[in-house]
């Protein structure tokens, strides 16, 4: 197994878990029950720190189809475009995410600014 595989595995979970979180902490907005936020909000922390492994293993992704004879580079670049975007976005909701657990524990509710700037960054990286 080598860096290709692990991104091909890894790519998974920002793609998957940013839609599962985003539902989670929708659902959790809609029935007004920090539970399933919280839950959220862990996913999505999760999620984060999933983001960068999965960008960083891209490019020995990228060096193990260069060889092949269907290689197009600006289809790989524009690969790689979307992937910084969605490390920055996911990286946000994650940070957003781990301040709501925060306050969650500080204050035994999430604030309503941080759950929707969350909510938010969450869409854009799911976008």
């Known amino acids: 197994m080598n860096l290709a595989h692990v991104h091909i595995v890894l790519n998974h979970v920002p793609s998957l878990g940013s839609i599962a979180g ?8 809609y029935k007004k029950n920090e539970g399933i936020k919280q839950f959220a909000y862990a996913v999505l922390v999760l ?7 999965t960008y960083i293993s891209g490019a020995e992704a990228q ?9 197009s580079a600006g289809l790989v670049q524009l690969h790689q475009n979307s992937a910084m975007i969605t490390l ?3 990286t946000a909701a994650g940070m957003f995410a781990w301040f709501g657990i925060w ?7 999430s604030g309503s600014l941080v759950t929707m700037a969350t909510l ?3 869409m854009a990286a799911s976008g």
């Open 120 to 122: 938010i960054a969450t």
């Open 88 to 90: 920055l976005c996911m």
């Open 22 to 29: 985003l539902l989670l902490l929708a659902a959790g907005i």
């Open 103 to 109: 306050e969650y524990r500080r204050h035994s509710r």
């Open 63 to 71: 060096r193990s189809v260069e060889k092949n004879p269907s290689y």
């Open 47 to 53: 999620v984060a720190m999933a983001v960068l492994p």
